[in-house]
């Protein structure tokens, strides 16, 4: 998988997937969403889980207004 296709994952994934009230659902919700965009771009589904989910909590946490 190229570098764009791993920036637009985090991007994908911190964007909509932004809800959560804890950090566990943001890295749930984050992995969810990074996972299916790596079986959309026929990737592997685990480094788009690891990366969606931090991605989306590491975004949740720098700006909590943003995602609760």
Request: proline share 4%; aromatic share 8%; with cysteine.
């Amino acid at each position: 998988m190229s570098i764009k296709l791993y920036i637009a994952a985090i991007g994908v994934s911190a964007t909509p997937a932004g809800c959560g009230s804890t950090g566990t659902n943001q890295a749930l919700y984050g992995g969810a969403a990074g996972a299916g965009l790596a079986i959309v771009a026929d990737a592997d589904p685990i480094k788009g889980l690891v990366i969606g989910a931090a991605g989306n909590f590491f975004y949740c946490q720098i700006n909590p207004k943003k995602c609760n």
